[in-house]
């Protein structure tokens, strides 16, 4: 078996996630290259071949010119697995990849079962096992799903130059949007999800939050709506945060959550439904209607 | 311009799921089906485009008859004309099977700008829009959250991770992968709902338009494990709260 892991450099840095991508082949026993649009002096460590490209060249964000390179990659490779993470890089580029090849491309794998992939539906609620029928497979994994491998190496480096005209112009970055609460500071952390209901509530849960003399926090539809700050806004595209206790009231549990909170040392979760993916990483799960049930707590908090 | 939004109808998340016999997939009677959420930005959107350069709004559906009911929701906020697509066995098919379906429709048709959520809500492969867009020989930006047309150039923001925002230009025809938070989709109002049964809704049969074969089978569809030894509380709210706090004084500092 032959994995070509596709490694991801932003704003002058590579990004931690290829020692997952290495942890994975790993896991395969698979012979590892990997794929880099980078820099010389900032490169994974393993032994294998490092197909690298530069990105003064070729810019963080160019996926006609990234999709050439990477063919070029995979010409001179020959994997049967080419491998991204479930990122805004990853999902951009690989099905462009996929469609040039004419491969399968399995999304969001999060296990391996035998020469099959196991990858979340509906919201994280199930699973589903999937077969690829073709010669050679595009996979992107889920970030946080496979162990980051610490086994360290020196790659031998191949340069690798394509001219291709990008369609796409990138103009540069819009930095997040900072201040206000750092809620990695946070032992306790309260936050609210969509099943809140509506805006009034937001009080509710910060009432909870302060009788845990903790601060309160959001799921991203809460924010998208506007109820609450964006930097209160736990998850990938928020704060990761680890508290010593996290209670999420009415989230669901989305990869993109569970992925900023899931290391939080004991988690409650409160919810009306049994079957909530927020249940897989919850210490305890309270099934009950949170606008009835975080009142009465909040008091009986209150009174110890 | 010529516009084109492609949506899909999928069960509501919050759904009590069954697993279907043959194992595969879920069971679809009892379910209630909606739009998919991220395809209400890409609707939204759409409509907003239209609104400022006048033109031709198509949406464009695959599955089951039922999936009429969700076409009529973005007629009713907007859109001009559907094409329904009719499979019967959309559950069955990959995402190079359904970009390839939408592809041969939409190959003659000269969209200047084409619309897709990011991914679906039941799959989720986050496939379909690029793949149409590679197939159309179409520059594709996804996981859009904010959107422009000056009249020349299409500028959006891409998200990242991070909260952080890459900005990109491109000149069209192009498509787009919409991200929730994209914008603020409207509800239909009365009127609009009365207007848009009036308004065009065709059907094709797939088998005109599936060219390709398919490369990935889902095996098993099944539930995952939770979190061994995670607890769960049931009953009246008093007696939970207790419970709870008994809980956290026993197994964490927080109360101390």
């Known amino acids: 078996m032959k994995v070509l892991l596709v490694a991801e450099y932003r704003e002058g840095k590579l990004l931690g996630s290829v020692n997952e991508l290495l942890g994975f082949a790993e896991s395969l026993t698979a012979e590892t290259g990997v794929f880099l649009v980078g820099k010389k002096d900032n490169l994974p460590k393993f032994s294998g071949r490092l197909y690298l490209a530069d990105v003064d060249k070729h810019r963080d964000y160019n996926p006609d010119g990234h999709k050439a390179l990477l063919l070029q990659a995979v010409e001179k490779e020959q994997p049967d697995l080419i491998v991204f993470s479930h990122s805004s890089y990853g999902w951009d580029l690989a099905p462009r990849l996929a469609f040039a090849l004419k491969t399968c491309q399995i999304s969001e794998v999060v296990a391996v079962e035998g020469n099959s992939f196991v990858v979340p539906a509906c919201n994280s609620k199930l699973r589903r096992q999937v077969k690829s029928l073709s010669a050679k497979t595009v996979l992107t994994l889920q970030v946080g799903a496979f162990q980051a491998s610490e086994t360290g190496g020196e790659p031998t480096v191949i340069d690798i130059n394509v001219e291709a005209a990008p369609r796409i112009s990138f103009t540069g970055y819009e930095a997040a949007v900072g201040g206000g609460v750092d809620l990695t500071k946070a032992s306790v952390i309260v936050s609210a999800g969509r099943g809140i209901g509506k805006p009034e509530n937001v009080a509710m849960i910060a009432g909870l939050a302060a009788a845990l003399k903790g601060e309160y926090g ?28 996290y209670v999420a009231c009415g989230i669901s549990g989305a990869i993109q959550h569970l992925a900023g909170m899931k290391k939080s040392e004991f988690i409650v979760a409160i919810n009306t439904d049994r079957d909530a993916p927020i249940g897989e990483v919850a210490d305890v799960l309270v099934v009950a209607d949170l606008k009835q049930f975080v009142p009465v707590l909040t008091e009986k908090l209150k009174a110890l | 311009m010529k516009i084109l ?252």
């Not at chain 2, 999928?10 to 009590?16: A, G, I, L, N, Y």
């Not at chain 2, 559907?82 to 000269?110: F, L, R, S, W």
């Not at chain 2, 787009?176 to 914008?183: E, H, I």
């Open chain 1, 218 to 245: 959001a799921s991203r539809p809460v924010v998208d709506a506007e109820w609450v700050e964006h930097n209160r806004q736990v998850g990938t595209t928020g704060q990761s945060v680890a508290p010593k206790l």
């Open chain 2, 5 to 256: 939004v492609c949506i899909k109808q999928v069960p509501d998340m919050e759904s009590k799921f069954k697993i279907a016999a043959d194992g595969r997939w879920y069971d679809n009677s009892d379910l209630v089906f909606r739009m998919n959420e991220y395809d209400e930005y890409a609707v939204e959107q759409a409509v907003r485009l239209k609104e400022q350069v006048g033109g031709e709004l198509t949406v464009l559906s695959i599955g089951p008859d039922r999936v009429k009911e969700t076409m009529k929701k973005a007629l009713a906020m907007g859109c001009d004309r559907g094409v329904h697509v009719a499979d019967d066995t959309i559950a069955a098919k990959d995402p190079m099977t359904i970009a390839g379906i939408i592809a041969e429709y939409a190959k003659d048709q000269n969209f200047s700008c084409i619309f897709t959520g990011m991914q679906s809500q039941d799959r989720g492969s986050g496939q379909v829009g690029v793949l149409l867009a590679e197939m159309l020989g179409l520059p594709a930006v996804t996981t859009i959250v904010d959107f422009a047309w000056d009249g020349d150039l299409f500028s959006v923001k891409r998200e990242l991770e991070g909260g952080i925002k890459a900005k990109v230009t491109v000149q069209g025809p192009a498509l787009f992968t919409c991200q929730l938070g994209l914008n603020t989709p409207r509800y239909p109002t009365l009127p609009n709902i009365m207007k848009a049964k009036k308004k065009e809704l065709i059907s094709l049969p797939v088998e005109q338009l599936q060219k390709t074969v398919i490369l990935q089978e889902t095996e098993r569809l099944y539930f995952p494990e939770k979190k061994s030894g995670g607890l769960i509380l049931e009953g009246e709210v008093a007696s939970l709260a207790d419970r709870l706090i008994g809980i956290l004084k026993e197994k964490t500092a927080v109360l101390a």
